[in-house]
T-cell receptor, first 115, second 111 residues
Framework: NAGVTQTPKFRVLKTGQSMTLLCAQDMNHEYMYWYRQDPGMGLRLIHYSVGEGTTAKGEVPDGYNVSRLKKQNFLLGLESAAPSQTSVYFC????WGSGATDTQYFGPGTRLTVL | RKEVEQDPGPFNVPEGATVAFNCTYSNSASQSFFWYRQDCRKEPKLLMSVYSSGNEDGRFTAQLNRASQYISLLIRDSKLSDSATYLCVVGRNTGGFKTIFGAGTRLFVKA
């Protein structure tokens, strides 16, 4: 039981390049989330999903797209990376229903640098 | 003003000390409250949920004051292994789904 996994762990991009971050969970959770964490800012929600085939915008969605084609996977895409997207990205999942009131389980994070 | 505010610290305490963290939230519609722990360069992990009646887990005690809109975490008999950043988290489903993380309070426990 791996919990929540993320790939890659590290990545360096040049401005304008694109990439996809993959999150996978093996806990059969309905809800999945993508956050970014910047110094002094706390975690901020980018996008989330309440089930397979659904996605919704969070607090800071601009510049990102997501897809949830399978229940266990949640992909975060950057179409044209900008230096402002340099951050640590965390994926999380939670069980069901109310989402905001459930315990969230986090992946180990992806450290992205955009030059 | 941030919706969830914490003292960033750092708090530097000796082993065995008692340390308290406070967190305030601005939205009275908030429904759920948590403390998460985050070690350096690692992911956040749930430390404990916070209930209106207060709750305790070993050396850790969490309190919620809805009237004043603040949450507290008390750590007794601090251990070196308690050194980490403690995140206050507030959630609600009214007015849209929202989970708000505080920026965290850093704790260093020294021998």
């Amino acid at each position: 039981n791996a919990g929540v996994t993320q790939t890659p762990k590290f990545r360096v991009l040049k401005t304008g390049q694109s990439m996809t971050l993959l999150c996978a969970q093996d806990m059969n959770h309905e809800y999945m989330y993508w956050y970014r964490q910047d110094p002094g800012m706390g975690l901020r929600l980018i996008h989330y999903s309440v089930g397979e085939g659904t996605t919704a915008k969070g607090e800071v969605p601009d510049g990102y797209n997501v897809s949830r084609l399978k229940k266990q996977n949640f992909l975060l895409g950057l179409e044209s990376a900008a230096p402002s997207q340099t951050s640590v990205y965390f994926c999380a999942s939670s069980t069901w229903g109310s989402g905001a009131t459930d315990t969230q389980y986090f992946g180990p994070g992806t450290r992205l640098t955009v030059l | 003003r941030k919706e969830v505010e914490q003292d960033p610290g750092p708090f530097n305490v000796p082993e065995g000390a008692t340390v308290a963290f406070n967190c305030t939230y601005s939205n009275s519609a908030s429904q759920s409250f948590f403390w998460y722990r985050q070690d350096c360069r690692k992911e956040p992990k749930l430390l404990m949920s916070v209930y209106s009646s207060g709750n305790e887990d070993g050396r850790f005690t969490a309190q919620l004051n809805r009237a004043s809109q603040y949450i507290s975490l008390l750590i007794r008999d601090s251990k070196l292994s308690d050194s980490a950043t403690y995140l206050c988290v507030v959630g609600r489903n009214t007015g849209g789904f929202k989970t708000i993380f505080g920026a965290g309070t850093r704790l260093f426990v020294k021998a």
